[in-house]
């Protein structure tokens, strides 16, 4: 049954002239590049910085024999360093590593979660301080992307309008 309003299969309105007009695509320009990537890019790079230590920790560290600990800071509180121990210790291919181990009680041959030049108690305490900031990065750009396609979809939507109701 043919209602007049559209086609013989009801997809589309009978006429070409009868379609409405949608906005052309519109490619950012240089400063909303600079927004969308550029900003998150510069934000991520000064928490990289931040915490370049941890993160690399968590990246690059693994499990590893404490050979020596000494020199502790028992630390703690709002206001004091966090506890820590310069340390060395041994990897499972015989090389070796040296620096500050986070961890607020440690002994001679213990295990360690380490890389060259730090060391934390194990992999899940490294997490602990590395977390919070790889979940800043990530929200980061997460939330930027979002921000920049619900710009992107009003902003194709008021060239439809205004392609639909032109000004008189």
């Known amino acids: ?31 909303e590049w600079m927004a969308i990537v550029g900003f998150p890019l510069v934000l991520n790079y000064l928490f ?13 560290g693994k499990s590893a024999a404490l050979t020596y600990a000494g020199q502790c800071i028992e630390g703690g509180g709002h206001t004091g360093p966090p506890p820590s121990c310069y340390g060395r210790w041994q990897f499972a291919d ?20 380490a890389s060259e030049d730090q060391a934390y108690s194990s992999l899940g305490s490294a997490w602990s301080m590395a977390g919070p ?6 929200i980061l750009v997460v939330m930027n992307t979002v921000m920049w396609v619900n710009h992107y979809r009003q902003d194709r939507r008021e060239q439809t309008r205004e392609l639909r109701n032109p000004p008189a």
């Open 1 to 31: 049954m043919d209602t007049g309003d559209g086609d013989a299969d009801g997809a589309g309105p009978a006429h070409a002239e009868d379609a409405l007009p949608k906005a052309p695509l519109k490619w950012p320009t240089g400063g």
């Open 94 to 113: 015989g090389s070796t590593g040296s620096g500050t181990i986070h961890a607020s009680s440690i002994d001679h041959s213990d295990t360690v979660f």
């Open 48 to 60: 990289w910085m931040l915490g370049r230590d941890v993160l690399y920790a968590v990246i690059a």
């Open 133 to 138: 900031l790889y979940a800043i990065m990530i």
